[in-house]
């Protein structure tokens, strides 16, 4: 017999990526293929700030 637990989420992982990716959308929306890898570039780059 297999036995569920049952725990209440704290964070719901899709749901951020859902909302996220459509932010990312909204931001990114008309840009040209090069502004769009720029963009991208800046945000890594701002990440890696943060993680030092």
């Known amino acids: 017999m297999r036995?569920?637990?049952k725990r209440?989420?704290?964070f719901?992982?899709?749901a951020f990526m859902r909302k996220r990716r459509d932010e990312i959308s909204k931001e990114i929306e008309g840009m040209t293929p090069k502004q769009e890898i720029e963009y991208?570039?800046?945000k890594a780059?701002?990440?890696k700030k943060v993680k030092k």
């Open 45 to 47: 780059a701002k990440l």
């Open 40 to 42: 991208f570039k800046k």
């Open 8 to 10: 209440k989420k704290t």
């Open 3 to 5: 036995t569920e637990l």
């Open 12 to 14: 719901d992982a899709v």
